[in-house]
């Protein structure tokens, strides 16, 4: 991450402890310190939801595509809440009127309902959402790693391909994310997650009552 990014971070960090974080003359600076944490994969949550914020107060000031690149962002920061949060923040009208918006809840909500292979396809067919959001889909593919490994067993390399977005299994994406996450494929096309019943360990349970306690317990019972 640029030296740069991080003094943008700093200045945004120190408007945000104060009032200026309600002056919507600052939200200039907030809009480019988005596009420069789209660009250089990095995020801060509570920078954009000032920016919702500050939108929320100020409604002529309201920038669809700053809004675009903040739902675009959170997603990549699931399974964490950050998308319903920041979707809350958005006025009715612009989630039900502007495409771009519209299109990214839609995503977003496969995505949070684990329909991962509708959401390629959806995402193919509006790939100029995610232009200039450096990372995206590696992030969404990390997320999807994290719900097959608490999900399955074993799985269907063909059906974790599809899931990962790479459904005829062409390239290495499959591959590269076993790999990441040791994950290892038997002979008969599955590939070994993990195994469910290794996580489960034995706890013994010591009660302790004192003499005091039992005595008060028979005494009431006679």
Known sequence: MSSS?????????????????????NLSTLE????????????????????????????????????????L????NLPHTDFTLC??????????????????????????????????AGLENNRELIDGITGFEDSVRKFICHVVGITYQTVERRLLAEMLGDPLDEG?????????????????????VFNQEESVKPKNIVE????????SIMATSQ
């Open 5 to 25: 990014f991080e003094q943008m971070k700093a200045n945004v960090g120190k408007l945000l402890r104060g009032i200026d974080r309600y002056n919507p003359e």
């Open 32 to 71: 480019r310190y988005v596009e420069t944490q789209a660009m250089e994969n990095a995020y801060d949550l509570e920078a954009n939801l000032a920016v919702l914020k500050l939108y929320q107060f100020n409604p002529a000031y309201f920038q669809t595509n700053v809004t675009s690149q903040i739902l």
């Open 73 to 76: 962002k959170a997603l990549t």
């Open 87 to 120: 979707k809350c923040m958005i006025d009715q009208t612009h989630q039900q009127e502007e495409q771009p918006i519209k299109q990214i809840l839609y995503l977003g909500n496969l995505l949070e309902t684990c329909q991962f292979q509708s959401f390629w």
């Open 172 to 192: 290495d994406e499959v591959k590269v994310w076993m790999n990441k996450y040791n994950w290892t494929e038997t002979e008969d096309g599955q590939v070994f």
């Open 208 to 215: 302790k009552i004192d003499f005091e306690s039992v005595s």
